[in-house]
């Protein structure tokens, strides 16, 4: 039998650590042929190292680039056409936590760097790439969101903003081009242990951050963190063929807690 993603292309931005990085691996695993974006060059070769190791055969183009500059989009999105000839799945990632601190001491500089970033990147991406799945009739895209992207968790205006912001392109875009065969959803994670996670949890420990993440994972129904590799497991279904019909979804990966009362 075929892999999921035998003669399937996936781009994904801020491939070069984390939630990005997993998504990657397992899309090759599947056989999908990758265009991995990032601002960070050498995250890029590790994500690339790793892909070789677990898909020697894989084909993966790297673009450096910043998701928040409009043509550094339009570029990656060329010139992952121009190698590989259409685009089956974008995971629309990239994304920065910000600062921590109360609204009025946010500061209007970090606000606007954490939107350009993480709601201009992800509508700068669907722009470039849903003109490319239209024209093909078929694609799927995945944006991430996050449990602060439809829940209020507090000190994170930007990124609160900014992801309630992508959920509502996500749901705009699905009705538009579910018509043409691309679908749209979104995922919002809860604490995932990334680099993203345990820079945060430093933000607020420092050299204790082990332990307030002990005590961050307490209120989980599931009592830890998930793991990279189980968000990688969804965004490789909802890239798949095997999701066609879900359209517009907000799908939470978060061991419950955001139903918890
Ligand atoms: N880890 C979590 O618990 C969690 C929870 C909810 C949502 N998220 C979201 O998941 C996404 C990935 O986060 P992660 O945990 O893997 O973080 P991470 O920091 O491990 O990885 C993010 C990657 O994005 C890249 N990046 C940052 N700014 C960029 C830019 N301007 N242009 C291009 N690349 C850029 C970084 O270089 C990095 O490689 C983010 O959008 C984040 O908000 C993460």
Same mark, same amino acid.
Request: hydrophobic share 40%.
């Given at each position: ?45 590790e994500t690339k190292q790793k892909v070789s190791e677990v898909a020697p055969e894989a084909e993966v ?23 590989? $000839?259409? &685009? ?6 990239? #994304? =920065?936590? %910000?600062?921590? *601190? ?5 500061? +209007? ?8 970033i993480n709601l201009n990147g992800v509508f700068y991406g669907m722009q470039y790439v849903l003109k ?6 078929? $694609?799927? &895209? ?6 602060? #992207? =439809?829940? %209020?968790?507090? *000190? ?5 903003? +900014? ?25 919002a994670p809860g604490a995932i242990m990334t680099p993203m996670v345990e820079g945060s949890l430093k933000? =607020?420990? %420092? ?55």
């Amino acid at each position: 039998m075929g892999k999921r993603f035998d003669d399937k292309v996936v781009l994904i931005t801020g491939a070069g650590s984390g939630l990005g990085q997993a998504s990657a691996l397992q899309s090759a695993k599947e056989g999908a042929k990758l265009s991995l974006v990032d601002l960070n060059e050498e995250g890029l070769q590790e994500t690339k190292q790793k892909v070789s190791e677990v898909a020697p055969e894989a084909e993966v183009l790297l673009v450096t680039a910043n998701v928040a500059e409009e043509d550094e989009v339009k570029n990656y999105v060329d010139k992952t056409v121009e190698k590989f $000839g259409k &685009i089956d799945g974008f995971f629309n990632n990239a #994304g =920065i936590e %910000g600062k921590q *601190n109360l609204t009025e001491d946010f500061g +209007s500089e970090e606000f606007n760097k954490v939107v350009s970033i993480n709601l201009n990147g992800v509508f700068y991406g669907m722009q470039y790439v849903l003109k490319v799945m239209k024209e093909q009739g078929s $694609g799927s &895209i995945v944006n991430t969101a996050s449990v602060g #992207g =439809i829940r %209020g968790v507090g *000190n994170q205006s930007g990124y609160a903003a +900014s992801k309630h912001g992508v959920v509502g392109l996500t749901r705009n875009s699905a009705i538009e081009y579910g018509q043409f065969g691309v679908s749209i959803n979104a995922i919002a994670p809860g604490a995932i242990m990334t680099p993203m996670v345990e820079g945060s949890l430093k933000q =607020i420990g %420092g050299d204790n951050w082990e332990e307030v993440g002990k005590q961050f994972v307490e209120p989980n129904p599931m009592k830890r963190f998930g793991k990279p590799e189980e968000v990688g497991y969804l965004v490789a279904f909802l890239l798949s063929d095997e999701s066609r019909f879900i359209n517009a979804a907000v799908i939470t990966i978060d061991g419950g807690q955001s139903y918890k009362y």
